[in-house]
């Protein structure tokens, strides 16, 4: 990037109210056109302290000028450096000094290059990918710890969005961790609360955002790759997500994907007030307030299973928590009953299907190892409609991340043993409409390989910074079955494992 990017700015003149007079007389616009010529447009070390080297812009060839500041820097106080031959330059009108005027660059800059005259300009653009092009997220606790998964710390975040996304200026939040296995890895995930609806990184305004550390998916994209199924699914909401760089109390915490929080709100999971969001998971994991119910069959077969009612909230017992636990207890009654087959009286009267198959399929194909039987797995009901799966969540060990069970293989089913799935694949009408849909899937593999690979390429700066902080690359963090020694290799396999995947259900579905 040492080669000057020259180019004419060839000022034309049209016959509109600002034309320049002289003496009345309406200049001849051949005559008076000046060559203005612009080159060496840099960011200078000599002039921006916070700078370790010097930063020569890169023309596109139309109107913008860019460059990649990988290290911090005080971004928000950048001095450009040009050779301009011609009059005023000005942003926002306001008249800069060369190699002397600040100016904020965490957004797009717009700089007017002014005729000789100063009568005409023309416009250039300047964009910088900052740090590692992606979003900047400050957390401040006055270095107060955030070591609890249940007790909130005050604190104020700030975002500097860049170039795709808002920024946020010292805003309240309070701030917990969060997970269970995940918790556990040094790189902490956690849960920030803002006391209002507040807009993040793109995503529709609400209170509540999830920070996932990926720590055990070296790719950085198994959460990601999933909800982007879910995205293009027939479920009715899939959580959105965003990386972004987070900082906590001035020290790099890494590459996190912030996503919406599972809950039933407006931008959320949309159900009425009288909605139900319920989480078949461990009872050992529950905490002492939370209300759950064990239905009858189910748990014959995994004891320790309970459905915990997440929303409402509901008092044990209470006409709420029984419409709930009746309805999923004639579901599964009418399910594993001698007529479960029959429209009217079996199971297809109590759910959705669509929501089941598609749920199953997302779910089948990342072979999921909790989805099986033991956690995060949702579904949703409002009286007087039926029952369906989702919302989607928790992929950080599946597409084959996991030591510990048969989910590692390409080959096999999984979420097919899953009592409820088990019996439903009993149907052969089922059975038919899940291997159609599959077909959905199957057609759009090469998409979600191409988003694999964007997000390789997205990531590629972000990754370096990640794995130098926290340097688990090519060497064991559990439960990873395989490790490799770059991000790239990470990505290959997961690419790899989700493409042998897609072939082998395939084979069985057809």
């Known amino acids: 990037m040492n080669n000057f990017f020259r180019f004419l700015l060839v000022l034309v003149f049209f016959a509109c109210e600002n034309e320049p007079y002289v003496g009345g007389d309406l200049l001849d616009p051949t005559t008076i056109n000046p060559v203005v010529e612009l080159s060496s447009f840099s960011i200078l070390a000599e002039h921006n302290p916070s700078l370790t080297e010097n930063v020569v812009l890169t023309f596109d060839g139309t109107d913008t000028y860019t460059a990649a500041i990988r290290y911090i820097c005080d971004i928000d106080q950048l001095v450009v450096t040009y050779d301009f031959n011609g009059g005023n330059v000005t942003v926002n009108d306001s008249v800069q000094t060369n190699s002397q005027t600040a100016n904020n660059f965490n957004k797009r800059v717009a700089y007017k290059f002014y005729d000789v005259a100063n009568a005409e300009f023309e416009s250039f653009f300047v964009e910088i990918s900052y740090f590692t092009g992606l979003p900047i997220i400050n957390i401040n606790t006055n270095n107060q710890l955030i070591d609890s998964k249940d007790d909130y710390v005050n604190g104020f975040v700030t975002v500097q969005g860049g170039l795709g996304f808002e920024?946020?200026?010292?805003?309240?939040?309070?701030?917990?961790?969060?997970?269970?296995?995940?918790?556990?890895?040094?790189?902490?995930p956690y849960q920030l609360k803002f006391s209002d609806k507040t807009p993040f990184l793109g995503m529709?305004?609400?209170?509540?955002?999830?920070?996932?550390?990926?720590?055990?998916?070296?790719?950085?994209?198994?959460?990601?790759?999933?909800?982007?199924?879910?995205?293009?699914?027939?479920?009715?909401?899939?959580?959105?997500?965003?990386?972004?760089?987070?900082?906590?109390?001035?020290?790099?915490?890494?590459?996190?994907?912030i996503t919406q929080k599972v809950e039933v709100k407006s931008n959320r999971l949309d159900l009425p007030d009288n909605g139900y969001l319920v989480e078949i998971d461990q009872d050992y994991r529950l905490d002492d307030d939370e209300v759950f119910f064990q239905p009858t069959i189910f748990t014959q077969n995994y004891e320790s299973n309970v459905f915990n009612i997440k929303e409402p909230e509901v008092v044990l017992d209470s006409s709420e928590y029984n419409i709930i636990k009746d309805y999923v207890n004639n579901f599964e009654a009418a399910l594993f009953g001698a007529n479960f087959q029959d429209a009217n009286i079996g199971y297809e009267a109590f759910i959705d299907v669509q929501s089941f198959i598609d749920w199953y399929l997302i779910m089948e194909i990342a072979k999921s190892v909790d989805a099986q039987w033991y956690s995060s797995i949702y579904f949703n009901y409002t009286p007087g409609d039926k029952l369906k799966m989702g919302p989607l969540w928790d992929f950080d060990l599946s597409f084959g991340n996991v030591d510990y069970a048969d989910a590692t293989y390409t080959e096999g089913f999984w979420i097919k043993d899953n009592p409820w799935y088990e019996r439903l694949f009993e149907d052969p009408n089922f059975e038919l409409q899940v291997k159609e849909r599959f077909m959905?899937?199957?057609?759009?593999r090469n998409e979600l390989i191409g988003k694999m690979n964007?997000?390789?390429?997205?990531?590629?700066?972000?990754?370096?910074?990640?794995?130098?902080?926290?340097?688990?690359?090519?060497?064991?963090?559990?439960p990873n079955p395989v490790f490799f020694d770059t991000h790239a290799a990470e990505v290959d396999h997961l690419e790899n494992w989700f493409s042998l995947r897609m072939d082998w259900l395939y084979s069985q579905f057809n």
């Open 454 to 478: 964007q997000y390789k390429t997205y990531l590629e700066l972000s990754q370096l910074e990640n794995y130098q902080t926290w340097p688990t690359l090519g060497i064991y963090v559990w």
């Open 204 to 257: 529709a305004k609400d209170k509540k955002w999830i920070f996932l550390a990926e720590y055990s998916d070296k790719s950085l994209m198994r959460n990601k790759i999933a909800l982007e199924m879910g995205a293009i699914s027939a479920l009715d909401w899939t959580p959105a997500s965003e990386y972004a760089e987070v900082f906590v109390n001035q020290v790099y915490s890494g590459t996190y994907l």
């Open 440 to 444: 959905f899937f199957y057609n759009n």
């Open 167 to 188: 920024d946020i200026q010292n805003q309240e939040i309070k701030i917990r961790g969060r997970g269970n296995s995940t918790w556990l890895h040094p790189k902490k």
